[in-house]
């Protein structure tokens, strides 16, 4: 295992190839990428999607994850109408 390797002390895995960016223009590194495979119910063909792993390096200080694009106050209520955010 290689120095930098030892050093990674959190793991993020996404399947969505924009939020594996963002974490990447921060720092992250990529691990490693694979493509994960599953069958719906009924009758569908198989499906496949990468999915991504990203670490964190200890010798980057810190973890650093990124910011939300959105913030949203979803209220204590059910009332989906009293939903507000901030675009």
Request: proline share 6%; with cysteine; net charge negative.
């Amino acid at each position: 295992m290689s120095e930098y390797l030892k050093n990674i002390i959190e793991i993020f895995e996404t399947k969505s190839y924009k939020e594996a960016n963002e974490y990447l223009k921060i720092g992250w590194i990529l691990l490693d990428k694979c493509i994960v495979s599953y069958y719906p119910e009924g009758n569908f063909p198989k499906h496949e999607q990468m999915k991504y792993i990203l670490g964190w390096n200890s010798n980057l200080g810190e973890i650093i994850k990124p910011q939300p694009k959105y913030i949203c106050d979803i209220p204590t209520e059910d009332k989906i109408e009293d939903i507000e955010c901030d675009f």
